[in-house]
């Protein structure tokens, strides 16, 4: 009996773990059996593997071969493992070299080698990896060394015998990425603008509450825009989250603009989450990690469904459980919301709800999410004349830069953006008089316990946008404004 052995690895989550694949081949009654994982794509893999073995013309079919893949204790599914089984078959008969590469991809049955998806999280860190062709360009992204591309078995022997360095090449990517649309387009909406730059700036939730066509949703796709680029590490998770749950391919550069999900209100908790069989794909809040999450029509929500954003609010990821694992991905979002102020979107006419039917649509936000939003403008709906001049404001360029120095006095004095600052911490930042404002804002009802500190918290964010060290009683004026216009919303609906 002689052995093989090839490297592989095992994907939870975007939680890579090496794996060891060896292939027994011995005397006895022809056939191939694997061991070791589970998942109808995984007990697959022994007759893609001979048929893709046969296709190449080994006879090794013609004997008994036992694959098995340890750790035992790892979850290893999917089809990922086909590459490495037919190293180390091949090595086992002598007809590879023995070699340290790490083999991730799946073999068709004609011997032509397919793409898999989760790629990148699952080679990072090492720097001899053979991956499908139609993953290279992400396995060049998250990879530490050059990567191999082959698209077939014929290709894979050709490149370990030596024959030949890179058999096919990917064009690389050409395309240009969209620009992200601008905030001189947005005609008017001062408080509203104010509110989308304060949010970037100290990354505070925000909703925005306004009829239909006031121009929420353009608001809150300029929000990404306003955020500085993401650093190397926030890019590579960004990409993780997309290599394990897009279609192959979809990873083709990386991608430094932080991101934007925007999932339909009638989502799933699934969808919104993550969720799906087997091992729980990521949702839209994963997707929009390190960058903006919009929920549009707040309210028409289901409740346990926003119920379900409170934990990756609070920890900045998601934990999903399922029967086959846990699995935890990132979900470090800056939420804004969206919506009507209540059933009917009263635009110019005013409105027409019963009392009861507004409350009832608000409280689907109450509690802990409403809680979570630090700013909430008022988005009225431009005049048509305002629109038709089109006279927009600032533009992004010039609100990114003012938010960018703002950011960074917040990490520089506290390590962490403002949002998340501890209050005490905070507070020994406000000059007496700022502090003044909030306590008479709370005496006067605008402000609730929780409230306080929030607004403290957004004052410091003020303060920072107009480079002041000491947060003055402007910047808390303009904290209680946001706020208080958020605890209005739910004292109309009491
Ligand atoms: N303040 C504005 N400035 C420029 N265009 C606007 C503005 N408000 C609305 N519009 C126009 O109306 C369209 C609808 O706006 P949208 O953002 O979808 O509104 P909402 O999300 O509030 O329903 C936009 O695509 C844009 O063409
Ligand atoms: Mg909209
Ligand atoms: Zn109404």
Redesign the pocket.
């Known amino acids: 009996m002689s052995i093989g052995v090839a490297r592989s690895v095992a994907l939870l989550g975007l939680e890579a773990t090496p794996v060891t694949v060896e292939a027994h081949v011995g005397v006895g009654l022809p056939g191939l059996t694997v061991l070791g994982g589970t998942g109808p794509s995984f007990r697959q893999a022994g007759d893609r593997v001979r048929a893709a073995l046969g296709a190449v013309g080994h006879s090794v079919i013609q004997r008994k071969v036992l694959i098995n893949l340890a750790p035992a204790d790892v979850d290893k599914r999917g089809a990922r493992f086909d590459l490495a089984m037919v190293v180390a078959v091949l090595r086992a008969i002598g007809e590879l070299p023995v070699g340290e590469q790490v083999f991730v991809g799946e073999v068709a049955i004609d011997g032509g080698v397919r793409g898999v998806p989760g790629v990148l999280p699952s080679i990072r860190g090492f720097d001899d990896v053979v991956v499908p062709l139609a993953n290279i360009h992400e396995a060049t992204v998250g990879g530490a060394g050059a990567p191999i591309g082959v698209a077939s078995v014929s290709e894979l022997l050709a490149v370990l015998r030596g024959h030949v360095e890179v058999v096919s090449q990917a064009p690389p990517p050409v395309e240009p990425l969209d620009p992200p649309p601008d905030m001189a387009d947005v005609v008017g909406q001062p408080e509203a603008r104010r509110a989308i730059e304060v949010a970037a700036a100290g990354g505070h939730h925000v909703l925005l509450l306004g009829p239909p066509g006031s121009g929420k949703s353009m608001l809150a796709k300029r929000l990404p825009g306003l955020l500085p680029d993401l650093d190397h590490e926030a890019a590579l998770t960004v990409a993780a989250v997309r290599s394990v749950s897009g279609r192959v391919g979809t990873v083709d550069r990386l991608d430094v603009r932080p991101p934007f999900a925007a999932p339909h209100h009638s989502s799933s908790a699934a969808a919104l989450l993550g969720g799906g069989s087997g091992i729980a794909r990521p949702g839209a809040v994963s997707h929009a990690t390190h960058g903006v999450l919009f929920l549009d029509e707040l309210f028409e929500w289901k409740r346990h469904v926003l119920d379900g954003l409170r934990e990756p609010l609070e920890e900045g990821n998601v934990r999903i459980a399922r029967a086959a694992a846990t699995v935890t991905y990132p979900a470090d979002v800056l939420l804004v919301g969206a919506s009507?102020?209540?059933?009917?979107?009263?635009a110019r006419t005013g409105?027409?709800?019963r009392p009861d039917?507004?409350e009832r649509y608000r409280a689907r936000l109450t509690g802990p999410l409403a809680d979570r939003f630090d700013l909430a403008p008022l988005v009225e709906e431009v005049p048509a004349d305002a629109l038709a001049s089109g006279a927009g404001g600032e533009p992004t360029a010039v609100v990114r830069t003012r938010v960018a120095r703002a950011r960074q006095r917040a990490l520089d004095r506290f390590g962490v953006l403002n949002a998340r600052a501890a209050a005490a911490v905070v507070r020994d930042t406000m000059s007496r008089e700022a502090l003044q404002v909030l306590v008479d804002a709370a005496r006067r009802g605008r402000l609730s316990a929780r409230g306080f500190d929030r607004a403290m918290r957004v004052a410091r964010t003020c303060a920072d946008l107009a480079e002041n060290t000491v947060v003055g009683p402007d910047d808390a004026h303009e904290a209680v404004a946001h706020r208080g216009r958020l605890d209005r919303v739910w004292e109309v609906a009491a």
């Not at 009507?340 to 009263?346: S, Y």
């Open positions: 009507n102020p209540c059933p009917c979107g009263p409105c027409r709800c039917h507004v």
